[in-house]
């Protein structure tokens, strides 16, 4: 039995770039050698297992063979002739596809080195599209590295075009895209993701609504100053209307409160600059972000608000207006109005009169 460090944890060491997991494949093993050491296997039907210590993955080494559509339709064969170049094999990228001894030796029987070097993402074999998920990890890696000059290799982006044509995406639940593309927005260059998908057809496929629209670009900006990964969603989707930004949100079911964030920025935002201008349309603003209530989406939406402008929120005089108006009709009192007399239905009409006047005052 041999064990080798393998996957982002070699390519990341090799990079200087940070990683948190660690991966690891065994060679010449059977699981119940892994059990007789105390791993404890993770499922039943994947030769996967954790470390009794560090909890760690080690994967026993398999081969995976196409036997249907999407991204679970393969069989996996583990077993202790497996090699480490067969297990190696199966991954999607070159620079995903090296390993590494006890001793550093690295093993890289497919390039990947000479791929970090030129930074190109390429495919390993071109067993790379039977599976449609790696459309998205591509992508996703291409927003991870573009700071460092990374780019899709061409002939690998033809093939996630073919992947697209073949309609292999329609077998890709919805769950594990919106996992990829809420990776991908935590990214430094989150609007490669989608660049890169709009690329090969896949956002035509995923999220028709943004291929007509200039949220990438806007993604661009917001990036660079926002890293909440709500407000750079909203920021994609700023340029739609509210009710194609809930359909695009429903279709890969986003979460709901970045629904609720990009659903006002589409909503509110082209309503801003004359709410700064009247107070009753400011009170009718904040009503509609519940700022009365609670800090969201109200905080998300003035930071989604500075950032697609190209401002840090602190900074940015609309963002400092409205939060002086929220603040300052939050401070009205119903208690103070009830010892005045008021009551009933009065009551209400007579707290939206004091809180208009109080946001009259701040702006």
């Known amino acids: 039995m041999k064990i080798f460090k393998v996957g982002g944890a ?3 060491t090799l990079l200087g770039y940070p990683h948190v997991e660690t991966d690891w494949v065994v060679v010449g093993a059977t699981p119940s050698d892994l059990l007789d050491q105390g791993f404890a296997q993770v499922g039943k039907d994947f030769p996967v297992f954790l470390h009794p210590k560090t909890k760690e993955e ?8 196409k036997s249907g559509r999407g991204y679970h339709g393969f069989e996996i064969h583990a077993h202790p002739s497996v090699t480490l170049e067969e297990d190696l094999e199966r991954r999607d990228l070159t620079i995903n596809a090296m390993a590494m001894d006890d001793d550093g030796r690295i093993i890289d029987p497919y390039g990947g080195q000479a791929d970090l070097e030129q930074r190109l993402l390429r495919h390993v074999s071109p067993h790379f599209v039977e599976d449609p998920l790696r459309i998205l990890r591509v992508a996703r890696f291409a927003a991870r590295y573009k700071h460092l000059g990374f780019d899709v290799a061409p002939e690998t982006l033809s093939l996630m075009k ?11 639940s919805v769950e594990r895209i919106w996992v990829e593309t809420e990776r991908a927005l935590a990214e430094q260059s989150a609007e490669v993701y989608f660049a890169i998908l709009k690329a090969c057809g896949a956002l035509a496929a995923l999220m028709p609504a943004l291929t007509l629209t200039n949220g ?8 660079c100053h926002t890293e909440r990964v709500d407000c750079r969603w909203a920021a994609l989707l700023s340029s739609l209307t509210f009710e194609k930004a809930d359909k695009t949100c429903d279709a890969i079911k986003a ?3 970045f629904k609720a964030l990009a659903h006002s920025v589409c909503k509110y935002r082209p309503q801003t600059k004359n709410a700064l201008r009247d107070p009753t349309r400011c009170f009718d603003l904040l009503k509609g972000l519940d ?3 609670r800090d969201e989406p109200f905080e998300g939406y003035v930071r989604t608000l500075a950032a697609l402008e190209g ?3 602190d900074a940015h005089p609309s963002v400092s207006m409205l939060r002086a108006a929220r603040k300052a009709a939050k401070g009205v009192s119903a208690a103070d ?18 809180q208009i006047e109080a946001i009259a005052t701040a702006l």
Do not use: N
């Not at 080690?58 to 063979?65: F, N, S």
């Not at 073919?162 to 890709?172: C, K, N, P, S, T």
């Not at 990438?216 to 990036?223: E, F, H, Q, V």
């Open 10 to 12: 070699v390519r990341d």
């Open 58 to 65: 080690y994967a026993l080494a398999r081969t995976e063979r």
């Open 162 to 172: 073919d992947i697209v044509l073949q309609g292999e995406l329609a077998h890709l």
């Open 216 to 223: 990438i670009d806007s993604l661009a900006i917001a990036c």
């Open 255 to 257: 979460p709901k409160l």
């Open 291 to 293: 700022a009365m209530r």
């Open 311 to 313: 401002v840090a929120a």
């Open 337 to 354: 109005i009830i010892e005045e007399g008021v009551t009933g239905p009065a009551l209400g009409a007579a707290i939206k009169e004091r």
